[in-house]
Structure formats: C-alpha cells, structure tokens
C-alpha cells in the first residue's frame, strides 16, 4: 500500500454569531468581542433574557440574494439549519478556490454533522388543532385524528425540510459532488467525527476534496424549550454570561452556527497551488457511560483525545494548546477539565487551553468545527484565542486557560476536543 496520504484544510466557510464569513468572525474574535446578544428574528424562545448567540445577519433576504443565490429554487425544502450548513459549505469552496464541476464528480464528497432538526411549532400547530377531539369524554390530542386528518394538513414537503441528512444532500446537488457522502448526528462530538471521515475517505484514495461541515441550533423554539429543561443557562449581561472553566461560571448561553471545512490530500492541494491553511494529523472517538447509562465525559474525553495523540505519533506534552468544548455549564466544564487534567498529567499546568463558547455560545452540532476553525485562524497570526470571562481557576480542576489577552504561540500544533451530554465524544488533532 501507498504511504498514507496526508490530509490539509485549504478553504474555511463560517456562519456564526461572530460573523459570516472568515475575514468578519477573525474581526471580532481577534478583537475579544462576544457574538451573544437581544435575539433579533425571533419574537420569543426560551434564553434567559432573549439573549443568544444568533445569525442575525443571515435571514430569508441574505440568503436568497447573497449567501444561497445559486440555490433559491431549493430554499422551500431547507429549514434555517440546512441553509446555513450549504452556505458554509459554498463559502468554504470559494474560499478555498475551488468552484463547482472544477473537481472530477467522482472525486468529491462531503461529510456533515448535523443534530435532529424541530419543525417551528407554528408548522404543525393547525394540523395539531385538527387532531383534537372529545372522543374519550375529554378535550384532547387524538393521535388517530393525527393519522386520518392531521398530517393531510401539512406541507407536501414538510418531512425534507428537517432531515439532518438534507445539508450532506443538498451540498452534493450544488456541488455535483458523487463521492463518498454521510451525514452524522451526534450533537456536539459530530464535528470531529465528521473530520475523522472526510479524512479517511481521502486516505483511502476514495476522493481527492472532501466537505467536512456541521450546521446546528439550540435557539430554535422547541430546541431552547429542550436546552431549559435538560441544561443549565446562564443569566447576566451578553459580555460576560459565558464563563468557561471559570470558578463561578453558572451556565450555557444557547446559539445556532455552521462550519464547513475542505479538506485535499496534500499532493492534491500544491498540484493547484492551494493555500494551506493545516493540517488534520489525526482523530479519536470516544463513548463512555456506566451499566445504567450514567456518561463518563471526562474518561470519554480522555480516551478520545489519547488516541488521537497516539495516531499522531506524539505527546499531550508537545501540545502548543488545547480548544475545549467548555461551555460554562457548572458541572460539564469540570468532568472535561478532569479528562484534560488526567491526559495531561505533569503538564496539566503548562499546555495552554482555550473556550470559544465564550464567544459564541452553544449550538450543538454546530459548535466543534467553528471552535476548531477559530484556533485555525488565529494560528495564522501567531496566537491562541484568549477564553473571555474567565477569572478564578476552578480549584477542583483547574487549567492553564488562556485570558486577559491573546496568547502569542510559535506552536502550531493543537487539539480540538468536544463531548456530549450522553459521553460521546471526538477529538482531532491540527498542525498550523
């Protein structure tokens, strides 16, 4: 067999509260701005005090005219998540150079993350009204109605429109792209899984580019109903809600994005005189939880993490730094915390470890690849993003966490770890 063929990122494509697009969220990121804010296109949803991490400048305008253009016909069958996962996907090969039927059909693919996606209640509430009747002696839902006349009410296409396996599909349209193609949903960990086999298709001479993306929201109405019963959200001003790792952090701040990466075999990229921007060493997977189905995020970090530094052929040591899933939840940032401290051992106090969440809030799905793309950016310039709100070291597991300032770094190696609620959990190591 060939040697392994290496895998490099040529093109970024970003759709987040900090910005649409690589020049404007490297603007606010490097400028320490948080992207949360007053909700703007929608009346009401469950964040404390309206605030989130939304897309404010990406609606049905934009993204018929700017961001989509190409596919306005297609917009009736995408719900917000699958536009704003094409988007990312069409921007990341512009950036990248690359334009559609320049690449053999064959030889491009696309892998994407995705959580399950929610229909607005206002799409199935008339189907719902239909569906109710006394037929029991009470006024109440009949899911027999439901069967026989509800669901003639709804939209002929309703079901294409929330399919997390809709952006994989509509990115292959628009990109006349027949290689390998899968679609992943496991909420945050989705992002380095996806890498993790956008990278191996290439690795086994199946393509030569692959889409590598994920797109998510937890501010949908029935998504922040699900985030306020099952998480803990913060509260406070927008600047400071966000506090990963903090010692006195209280909760997550939800948000929606959407990351898509391309990623070439190296022969591939110089062969067209690319830029490159890094390159995927390696990836891990992980999923623990007890005989009850108790998870186990910080072992589930831990052996993601170890064997991805085992692929890599390297040391937790030799690290320049760390971007963590952290989201500010009170307890879920110190079970990842003791993961990383566990991985680490003698050097849990030197490698340096950064939150992007701080910035941008939790989208689910839609969070790893923009937080692995931040550190991608700022290793350009020669730093690593500082956590913002971050004060008092959390003194059952504390870490070298990067704040006040962005830290300036010759090393360009790091690890993008992310973890779910349930203990799954990916990391992905780069070299800049």
């Known amino acids: 067999m060939a040697a392994t ?9 970003l759709v987040t509260p900090l910005g649409i697009g690589r020049n404007a969220f490297w603007a606010n990121l490097s400028e ?28 049905d305008e934009t993204a018929k005219k700017e961001h989509l253009k190409s596919l306005r016909k297609n917009l009736k069958v995408m719900c917000r998540e699958i536009q704003t ?37 206002e799409v199935v509430q008339g189907s719902a009204i239909k569906s109710i009747s006394n037929r029991t002696g009470v006024l109440a839902f009949d899911y027999d109605m439901w069967g026989e006349v509800g669901m003639k009410g709804l939209e002929p296409l309703w079901l294409l429109k929330y399919l997390p396996n809709m952006p994989g599909c509509h990115i292959g349209i628009a990109l006349d792209a027949h290689g390998p193609n899968n679609s992943i949903t496991h909420d945050e ?49 927008a600047e400071s809600r966000v506090r990963p790792f903090d010692n006195l952090r209280n909760g997550e701040a939800l948000a929606e994005a959407a990351c898509s990466l391309i990623l070439e075999s190296r022969e591939h990229a110089e062969a067209r005189g690319a830029k490159i921007l890094g390159t995927i060493l390696s990836c891990g997977a992980s999923s623990v939880s007890s005989r009850d189905g108790h ?19 390297i040391t937790a040591a030799d690290l320049g730094h ?19 401290r566990q991985l680490l051992g003698s050097a849990a106090d030197t490698v340096p470890v950064t939150a992007i969440k701080s910035y941008t809030g939790s989208a ?21 993003p500082k956590t913002l709100n971050y004060t008092l070291p959390d003194a059952e597991a504390p870490l070298n966490v990067v704040h006040g300032e962005h830290r300036p770094t010759s090393n360009g190696l790091f690890l993008k770890t992310s973890v779910t609620r349930m203990g799954q959990a990916s990391a992905v190591v780069v070299k800049v």
């Open 189 to 237: 960990a989705s992002g380095g899984l996806v890498i993790g086999e956008a990278c191996n298709a290439i690795r086994r001479n199946r393509a030569d580019v692959m889409i590598a993306g994920v797109t998510g929201t937890r501010i949908h109405p029935v998504k922040a109903a699900h985030s306020a019963h099952w998480d803990v959200l913060a509260d406070g001003p």
């Open 85 to 121: 996962g094409v988007a990312s996907a069409l921007q990341a090969m512009d950036d990248a150079g690359l334009q559609a039927g320049s690449i053999p059909s064959d030889r491009i693919g696309c892998d994407f993350g995705a959580n399950l996606m929610s229909s607005p209640p």
């Open 32 to 59: 320490g701005r948080t992207g949360l804010k007053k909700m703007q296109l929608l009346s009401w949803n469950a964040c404390p005090g309206q605030i989130c991490g939304e897309v404010s400048d990406f609606n």
């Open 295 to 313: 998870p186990d995020e910080a072992a589930a970090i831990r052996m993601a993490s170890e064997a991805a530094l085992q692929r890599a052929g």
């Open 364 to 384: 689910g799905s839609g969070s790893s690849i923009v937080e692995l793309a931040a550190s991608l950016l700022a290793l350009q310039h020669g730093v690593i």
């Open 5 to 13: 063929k290496e895998v490099v990122i040529t093109g970024v494509g």
């Open 322 to 340: 760390i971007n963590a899933c952290a989201s500010g939840h009170p307890h879920r940032d110190r079970y990842e915390a003791q993961g990383l």
